[in-house]
């Protein structure tokens, strides 16, 4: 699982490759899939053995990739992840080779059902914002020609076609189709190359936590819920919990912000007046908003209804 963070204190977080409706995207950045298939009862052959041809289902069909079926011209009514190919037989975007990446970019989602790359809905945006699932956030549309222009903290960079926002204290992606982290130390708890330990952390994202102490964050704590005089003296921008120590002697406590803390939303898990969303039975991505679970979209049979999954 991975923790994000979203706009107006709201948080989401995937809790499994999506693979429901027909959607299909990595959350291991660069991640391979084998596309080959059986070529029994092919729609479009692979005569001739042509080298490097190989069987892919497109469209439910056992397609040839080939020479012969494919360019790399892809029409301006398809949209294909990156470097993919387009089938003239079938009509949608085809894997190059038999293990390929799939990266629709930034705000996309790979539909295996229409073998094309479908905008990625959700977190409840506005018509001037842009849903993109690796961050949580609802990302402004205007940042196409008016990036955010943040610094980086010291210790961390942003990705090609990503930058830092001071705003969300994290790395954003400036455009939908904005490639995936080409970085290898991609931090997604702080959605960055790297680790800061000096800004605050996004909302939503991994909260520091420590056993009788704790890393003060910087910035104005969310006075939407209350404080005790105890989470005052510790935990001034958000709410003492206590959790199990490690070896089930010591006494140790974290602080969270009730308001979107995904695995404690609404309150402390150990004193009942917290939910743990990500518990949600047949949920596929949820939320803390405000303090209440949310359930975005739910496992193929099941629809989102408040905070719980129901049967279609």
């Known amino acids: 699982m991975f923790k994000s963070a979203v706009l107006a204190g709201v948080a989401a977080l995937l809790i499994a490759p999506s693979a429901e409706a027909g959607g299909l995207s990595f959350k291991t950045l660069k991640a391979s899939k084998n596309w080959s298939c059986s070529s029994s009862g092919a729609k479009y052959t692979c005569s001739g053995n042509t080298v490097g041809s190989f069987y892919t289902s497109i469209l ?3 397609c040839c990739v080939s020479s012969k079926w494919t360019t790399t011209t892809i ?7 990156f470097d993919w190919l387009f089938h003239t037989g079938a009509k949608a975007c085809a894997p190059p080779k038999v293990t390929s990446t799939c990266d629709c970019g930034e705000g996309y989602t790979y539909n295996t059902n229409s073998c094309k790359c479908e905008l990625t809905t959700g977190g409840g945006c506005s018509s001037s914002q842009w849903w993109n699932e690796r961050t949580g956030l609802c990302c402004e549309n205007s940042w ?5 222009t943040g610094k980086c903290p010291s210790g961390v960079t942003c990705p090609t076609s990503w930058s830092w926002s001071d705003s969300h204290n994290c790395c954003v992606p400036l455009k939908p189709r904005s490639p995936e982290p080409d970085c290898s130390n991609w931090n997604s708890a702080q959605n960055c190359c790297g680790t800061h330990t000096t800004a605050t952390p996004s909302a939503g994202s991994n909260h520091n936590s420590g056993s009788n102490g704790w890393k003060h964050r910087k910035g104005k704590r969310d006075d939407t819920y209350a404080q005790s005089s105890f989470d005052s003296m510790y935990c001034p921008e958000g709410k003492v919990c206590t959790v199990p120590s490690a070896n089930g002697t010591a006494w140790a406590w974290e602080c969270i912000n009730p308001l979107t803390e995904l695995e404690s939303c609404g ?6 007046t917290g939910v743990d969303c990500t518990s949600i039975s047949n949920a596929a991505s949820v939320g803390c908003e405000q303090g209440a679970c949310k359930v975005y979209s739910c496992k193929k049979g099941y629809t989102a209804e408040g905070a719980q999954c129901v049967s279609n």
């Open 144 to 148: 196409t020609k008016t990036p955010p």
């Open 267 to 272: 309150g402390c898990i150990s004193d009942g």
């Open 75 to 81: 029409p301006s009514s398809c949209t294909c992840p």
């Open 60 to 62: 439910g069909s056992a």
